[in-house]
């Protein structure tokens, strides 16, 4: 997903001159190719993220369009402070671009784990916050950011969710985007931690249970219309992320029923629990030892299906 | 063409210092020690050494000039005010219910302020970005940011200083105003930034010490900026808190303390009566 963003990076950066990715030291073989066809427009700022941030709101309020370019949480929140006076009070034209959202190092240990950032940049006024849920989909909103000006968060996967683009399908800001169609549950996903909702939907259709699927790669602005839709439509809704429980999508979309006031048959979370994971090992096998896997969403709708009455029914009057 | 106008600095100095204590007396608010220890910086700047247009703030080509020790803002305000960027009656509102004339400067519906702040660290990475942006962009124009010595503290602020000398911003200006107070007590008592212009020599900055109150040394120093092509200049500016009112200079107490009734009106006089 990475490498794919950095070609449309660079597609942006051929048609403005004023578009300049700048990096807190990171990126050894994959901004290469840029930094030596645009050396104008790319900043290595140094392994100093709090400046990485503050430059990049200097440069945006002169005029350029800024990327600032990080793994994990360090251009988050580290320099959260600067993130929130620098970039957001001033509206500035700066999109943060975090590679490995989740466990996509998950060897690297829990430094190195993105699991609170989607809760703590939604917070943030004026920012917009994106996690694709397929390398397509994050060249697809890369270009839909770009269209417009102001504060961007750009979480970057290592995985991919695994569907190849149907014709004439483009992933488009704010909007989620249908993968699977159901009626018994709706799986709601950000990131590329949709391949697993995919796999748990195969399996559940083996058993009679048709799922939903919405890839809902933009936390903010949310496509609310959509969770409220698969509230009334169909038996219930799974969140999935790989994020903690805690603020993420898992609370955007509770937020979101309850603002409406939209019944929901059930409404469960995959999700990290309020937890510091303490092992390590790769993106998937960490998904399955922290209960975030295909099996974990399976079960959730399973259990949730087998507790309540004909629930696609009492959705359906509701 | 650098002012529109150029003003006595002195006497632009002395408005401001009015303006300040009015402001906060009528706010009850803070940091007026702060906000006097800046005076004649500001002023020097805003009088006759930025390229900017009150009549057209947001020109592309303007110096820029942000306010790193964002407590002090009560000075800029004034020192816009005072430069024609807004009518002076509005600094009435300083502080009040509604108003957008925060405590710490803010740019939201302020014409002429640049960069809102109030946590310190974040004024000179700003500035250095900018600087940066007008050299990618091929412009002349300048950044200045102006610092307190108690923010010298933040790491950030080292940051920026090792950034914008390896970037060869020598359109970037720092200004410290060192007047060797902090919050609680003296910086040499809290964490001492001697040999301070040693520091800003290691990170490869080119320096300039001279008394902050004085105009002709500041006026001197702004005029030779850069000092040296290919570096980042920094004004060390040794300053006296609260410079101007008696009761108030080198007193940490002045950092919060608030101007009323008979120190107010002392204050005044003691202002009306200097020299402009």
């Known amino acids: ?318 | 063409m650098p002012h529109t106008e150029k003003f006595d600095t002195v006497a632009l100095a002395k408005r401001i210092r009015l303006d300040v204590i009015r402001m906060t007396n009528r706010g009850k608010s803070s940091h007026v020690g702060s906000a006097l220890s800046i005076a004649d910086i500001v002023a020097a700047l805003y009088g006759a050494v930025l390229d900017v247009d009150p009549f057209d703030p947001q020109k592309p080509d303007r110096d820029r000039f942000l306010l790193s020790k964002g407590h002090a803002g009560t000075a800029v305000y004034a020192a816009l005010a005072e430069t024609g960027f807004f009518d002076a009656s509005l600094l009435e509102q300083h502080y009040q219910n509604g108003s957008i004339f925060s405590g710490h400067v803010s740019h939201k519906g302020v014409p002429g302020v640049e960069l809102s702040t109030g946590a310190l660290g974040h004024g000179l990475n700003v500035a250095t970005g900018m600087a940066l942006a007008a050299k990618r962009s091929g412009e002349k124009w300048r950044a200045f940011a102006l610092l307190s010595d108690g923010e010298c503290d933040e790491g950030s602020t080292w940051e920026a200083a090792m950034f914008a000398a390896h970037q060869k911003l020598d359109n970037l200006v720092a200004v410290i105003d060192y007047n060797k107070l902090q919050s609680l007590a003296p910086v040499a008592d809290t964490l001492g930034l001697e040999p301070f212009t040693d520091k800003w020599r290691a990170f490869g900055w080119s320096i300039e010490e001279v008394d902050g109150h004085n105009h002709a040394q500041l006026l001197s120093s702004f005029e030779r900026l850069p000092f040296t092509n290919g570096r980042p200049s920094v004004v060390i500016a040794h300053t006296t808190k609260g410079k101007g009112v008696s009761f108030m200079e080198n007193q940490v107490a002045w950092h919060y303390r608030t101007p009323l009734g008979a120190d107010f009106d002392q204050a005044i006089a003691e202002l009306e009566k200097a020299d402009a």
């Not at chain 1, 990171?26 to 503050?54: D, H, I, W």
């Not at chain 1, 993130?83 to 430094?111: E, K, P, W």
């Not at chain 1, 549950?185 to 195969?202: F, M, P, Q, Y």
């Open chain 1, 1 to 318: 997903m990475r490498d794919a963003f950095i070609e449309t990076l660079c597609e942006l950066a051929a048609q403005d001159p004023r578009v300049v990715l700048i990096t807190g030291d990171l990126g050894y073989g994959v901004l290469t190719k840029f930094a030596e066809r645009f050396p104008n427009q790319f900043v290595n700022a140094g392994v100093a993220e709090q400046n990485m941030t503050s430059i990049a709101a200097g440069m945006a309020l002169s005029g350029w369009r800024v990327y600032t370019y990080s793994i994990a949480n360090f251009p988050t929140l580290r320099c959260l402070e600067q993130v929130r006076n620098d970039i957001c009070y001033h509206d500035c034209d700066v999109t943060i671009v975090a590679v490995g959202g989740g466990f996509s190092y998950g060897q690297l240990g829990m430094s190195h784990f993105a699991t609170e950032d989607l809760a703590i940049m939604r917070a943030l006024p004026n920012m917009r916050v994106v996690a694709p849920t397929e390398k397509w989909e994050a060249q697809d909103l890369t270009r839909e950011l770009a269209k417009t000006k102001g504060p961007a968060y750009l979480r970057i996967d290592k995985d991919t969710g695994g569907v190849a683009r149907r014709e004439g399908e483009r992933a488009v800001l704010g909007k989620a985007r249908r993968v699977r169609e159901g009626a018994d549950a709706t799986i709601i996903a950000t990131g590329a931690i949709l391949r697993e909702a995919l796999i748990a939907s195969e399996r559940l259709a083996a058993q009679g249970v048709q799922c939903r699927i919405e890839a809902m790669h933009t936390i903010k602005p949310l496509d609310e219309d959509a969770i409220v839709a698969a509230a009334r439509e169909t038996g219930g809704i799974v969140t999935l992320e790989e994020h903690s429980r805690i603020g993420g999508l898992k609370g955007a979309v509770a937020e979101t029923l309850l603002t409406h006031g939209a019944r929901v048959g059930f409404f469960r979370s995959v999700a990290l629990d309020d937890q510091y994971p303490t092992i390590v090992g790769d993106q998937s096998y960490l998904r399955a030892r922290y209960g975030m896997d295909a099996a974990a969403v399976e079960a959730a709708v399973m259990s949730a299906l087998s507790t309540g009455a004909p629930l696609t029914k009492m959705a359906q009057s509701a």
